[in-house]
């Protein structure tokens, strides 16, 4: 039996789903929950969702519940930057670095499985959102990062992967800030207004899924006969379980080192109003883009297409205990994230921020997720580096495809390779990794 200990909370005021249009729609009315289904999912990020997409497509007389704590779109996958890409490069954030190409190129298989499958969605049930093919740019401004995007460079010719590369001028052509002297661009890369898009998602979920948002669970049973207690104490059957929960795995009350070696850090945002036709003069001819920083701390900026600058920055260990984060860790951001804004638009230095916001993100010292069976009936899949939306989805996809005994190539390599690896415990890791980001920051200089 699990007994759930920590809850997420809703925390600043998040701009995407402030901004997203389906913001007001509505999922299963409670009033319709049954007391046993062939499937429960906990948690409706891309985790739970794209479970729920492949257990229904897959077995389509099965009846599936998905439970959230919060309204959908408002946790990490509501909150995050609106990268979905597939060319990924796995950079472990406090850990060391074991992959391989053929590892890389794996993970970009399995994102463009994700990923087109998102896109086949969104094409066919809801073509209006915020989800647009408007590429990455991998960007440096200090002369010693230049080599750490020249080496992403010669590793993307490695794995076959087409780019640009952009001087100082071309950049600031293309962004309309002179902040950054050199860039890689791909273009297979979605920017999304991160919110929009899992509600989306959620909404066009199969008829045989009942989306259950506003509903804590406090107990999850493992064993021959699994469920869930809800908050009011009721009890809900089911043949398995998956839990797609984030880093709060940690406080589900089940056991194993692999649980114990999930980490997670928080990170910070900030959104503008709307900048007004005077403003937005400094982006005429300029088309919505996205800039990672190629330093692993630098800032994470985009330009949307609703005429606003998004800004990420400062990173922050969020210990097992407070995966929340505490109001007074936002004053300490919002300087951070006015410098990160101002640096790039010193023009636009008296645009307001109308939105500030924070979240979680979990990670593991080898970059490697949690994936599996984790007592009996009860599967789990929590992420593990700062790329989260696609390898959630990944980790949904194959826990149904694992409970469903649906045998592939893909599945054997998840099974191998998805597993932590050994972390110390909280109260060694706590400075330890405080001075593992602390030295990043350092090392990121203006790249903040
Ligand atoms: C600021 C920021 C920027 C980021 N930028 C990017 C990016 O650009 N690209 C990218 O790929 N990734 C990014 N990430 C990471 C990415 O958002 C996450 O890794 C990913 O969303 C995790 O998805 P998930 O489904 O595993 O978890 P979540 O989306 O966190 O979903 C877990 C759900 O479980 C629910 N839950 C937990 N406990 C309970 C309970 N007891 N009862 C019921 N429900 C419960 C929560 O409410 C939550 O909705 C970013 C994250 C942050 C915070």
């Not at 898009?197 to 406090?218: C, D, G, H, Q, W």
């Not at 589900?252 to 980490?263: M, N, S």
């Not at 995966?323 to 010193?346: C, G, T, Y």
């Amino acid at each position: 039996m699990g007994k759930v200990t920590a809850f997420p909370k809703d925390t600043g005021v998040n701009p995407w789903f402030e901004t997203a249009v389906n913001r007001n729609a509505t999922y299963t009315d409670i009033s319709e929950l049954k007391d046993s289904y062939d499937f429960i999912i906990v948690g409706a990020g891309f985790g739970g969702v794209m479970a729920a997409f492949e257990l229904a497509e897959n077995a389509p007389d099965s009846k599936i519940a998905v439970f959230d704590a919060l309204k959908v779109g408002t946790f990490s996958s509501g909150r995050n930057a609106g990268f979905l890409w597939i060319s990924q490069v796995t950079a472990p954030l406090v850990g060391f670095d074991h992959y391989t190409i053929d590892d890389q190129l794996k993970l970009c298989k399995l994102n463009e499985k994700v990923i087109t499958r998102i896109d086949n969605i969104i094409k066919e049930k809801a073509p209006d959102t915020d989800f647009r093919w408007d590429g990455l740019y991998h960007a440096v401004r200090e002369e010693r990062n230049v080599k750490a995007l020249d080496d992403l460079a010669k590793m993307y010719d490695k794995m076959g992967h087409k780019y640009e590369i952009f001087d100082h001028q071309e950049m600031t052509k293309r962004l309309g800030t002179d902040f950054y002297t050199k860039g890689l661009y791909s273009t297979d890369c979605v920017l999304d207004n991160p919110a929009e898009l899992i509600r989306a998602l959620a909404l066009a979920l199969p008829k045989n899924v009942s989306l259950f948002e506003n509903t804590v669970i406090t107990d999850v049973k493992d064993g021959a006969h699994p469920a869930i207690t809800l908050k009011d104490g009721r009890k809900i059957e089911a043949a398995k379980i998956i839990l797609t929960v984030n880093a709060f795995i940690k406080h589900f009350g089940f056991g194993g080192q692999e649980i114990k070696d999930v980490c997670a850090i928080q990170s910070f945002g900030a959104m503008t109003r709307e900048l007004t036709d005077d403003e937005m003069k400094i982006f005429e001819g300029v088309q919505p883009w996205g800039v990672v920083a190629t330093h692993p701390a630098g800032a994470t900026v985009r330009y949307t297409p609703k005429r606003r600058v998004f800004v990420r920055t400062d990173i922050a260990y969020a210990p097992g205990y407070r995966l929340n984060i505490p109001q007074q860790r936002f004053e300490q951001s919002k300087p951070l994230l006015r410098n990160a804004f101002v640096k790039r638009f010193p023009t636009l230095k008296d645009v307001p921020f109308e939105y500030t916001y924070g979240g979680l993100i979990p990670f593991t010292a080898n970059a490697e997720p949690l994936f599996g069976e984790i007592a009996e009936n009860i599967f789990a899949g929590t992420t593990s580096e700062g790329a989260g939306v696609n390898r959630a989805s990944i980790l949904g996809t194959f826990l149904a495809d694992l409970i469903l005994g649906k045998k592939s190539e893909d599945l054997d390599y998840i099974l191998a390779n998805y597993h932590p690896s050994y972390l110390p415990p909280e109260v060694l890791r706590v400075p330890g990794a405080n001075a593992a980001l602390w030295w990043k920051n350092v090392k990121a200089g203006t790249e903040l």
